[in-house]
Each structure stands twice: as C-alpha cells, then as structure tokens.
C-alpha cells in the first residue's frame, strides 16, 4: 500500500538533547513538508522541499533542520535551539502537478521534559 | 500571502441534526481549498477540495462544501450527523500560483451529541 510512514509515534526526550523525526514515503511524491501542531493553534508549517537536495524554510523554522537525501526520505531534527519542542509533528507530500492535495503520515507525538 | 479563519473552535450538534462549520479565506491569487478531518492523535484525512471546477464540492461521508468568491467562504456541511464524525476539521488554503504549502485554520473540533 502507498502512504506516507512515521516513526515513532511517541518520543520522549530530555531537554537540551537534539532528536530526529523519520517521515518515508512511497507515493513517488516530489514535494514533502513538515508541520506542527499545537492546541487550538492549527499546523503550521516549519519546513519544505520540492526536489533532492533542495528545502525551503516554512513559517517557524527557527531551532528545526531537515535534509533531503534521497526522495523517498524527508527526516526533521529538532534541535536544542527549539525553545517549546513539545507538539505533535506532521509529515506529509504532494506531487508538483495539479491540485496540491497534501498526503499525511500518522504523526510522532514528541515530549521534551 | 493566504490566510485562514475557521468560526468556531469547537461545535456541538445532536446526531442526526445539521452540521455547519465555517470557514473564510483570504488569498491575493486564485485559491485551491481543502477540508481535513482528524481523530485524535492521527494524521489527517482528506474530506473535499475545491481546485475552481464546480463550486460546490462533494466529498466523503457525506460532507460537501460550496465556494463563495464574493464572500471569500468555504463552509462545510452535513445534512445529518453521525456519532462517527465527532472529530476535529481543519480548513486550509493553497495559492494556484507560488508556494504549494498548505495554509491552516485553527481547527473546529465537532462534537455529537446522542
């Protein structure tokens, strides 16, 4: 079956420690985002890529990286320089043509005490 | 640049009764409009987009949503209320031209009541 993968789906972690959120994808999309989610506050999107080796930062980029080695692959890492890391992190792709319906992945739940 | 409102962060029908949920868009460039659902602690799930064919849209589960250029709306509805669709829906907008990114509204969580 296609889809998009994350992994895992809760991750805890202590503060100051630097953590990587893994997203795949096998619907052969070109395009893959990473996005946060908090209560009451929608997602927003922190970063984008639209080709290998190529990413965009979205609207709250600051204390996140990402890399994009391969297609199929688009991980996020949170840093230490994330002042409130705690949130719910959504991976999701679109390929480049047509409408720019978003596929998502399941979620990882990210806890930093 | 695209922005979102969604009237409403949580809304509270009978089951069987009608479901409204409001959204208003604003983007300088043609829209594309999406409706999500999400269940708690999932990924979200396409419900109707609208990519400027027909204005009003047909999507799953019995939602539809009509667009209203002159009143920059997108609201979703559902003649009759389901316990099954107590969720939290999510109205994003994406520009036809420029950044495919998806913008988000704040979400409306839907509860049913028996």
């Known amino acids: 079956d296609g889809g998009i993968t994350q992994s895992p789906k809760y991750l805890f972690r202590k503060e100051g420690q630097n953590v990587t959120l893994s997203c795949e994808q096998n619907?052969?999309?070109?395009?893959m985002y990473w996005y946060r989610q908090d209560p009451g506050q929608g997602l927003r999107l922190i970063y984008y890529s639209q080709i290998v080796n190529d990413f965009q930062k979205g609207d709250i980029a600051e204390g996140y990286s990402v890399s994009r080695e391969k297609k199929e692959s688009f991980p996020l890492t949170v840093t230490s320089a994330q002042k409130n890391p705690t949130a719910f992190y959504l991976c999701a792709s679109s390929g480049l043509a047509g409408d720019h319906e978003q596929y998502f992945g399941p979620g990882t739940r990210l806890t930093v005490t | 640049a695209q922005s979102v409102t969604q009237l409403g962060s949580h809304v509270s029908v009978s089951e069987g009764a009608l479901v409204l949920l409001r959204c208003n868009y604003s983007s300088s460039v043609p829209p594309y409009l999406f409706w999500y659902v999400q269940y708690p602690n999932q990924g979200l799930q396409l419900l109707l987009k609208y990519t400027s064919a027909a204005t009003l849209v047909k999507g799953i589960n019995g939602f539809e949503a009509e667009f209203k250029k002159s009143e920059t709306s997108f609201h979703l509805t559902k003649p009759s209320a389901h316990m099954s669709d107590a969720a939290e829906y999510f109205c994003?907008?994406?520009?036809?031209?420029?950044?495919?990114?998806?913008?988000f509204g704040s979400g409306t969580r839907l509860q049913v009541q028996p």
């Open positions: 994003a907008v994406s520009a036809a031209t420029g950044r495919r990114a998806l913008t």
């Open positions: 619907l052969n999309h070109d395009a």
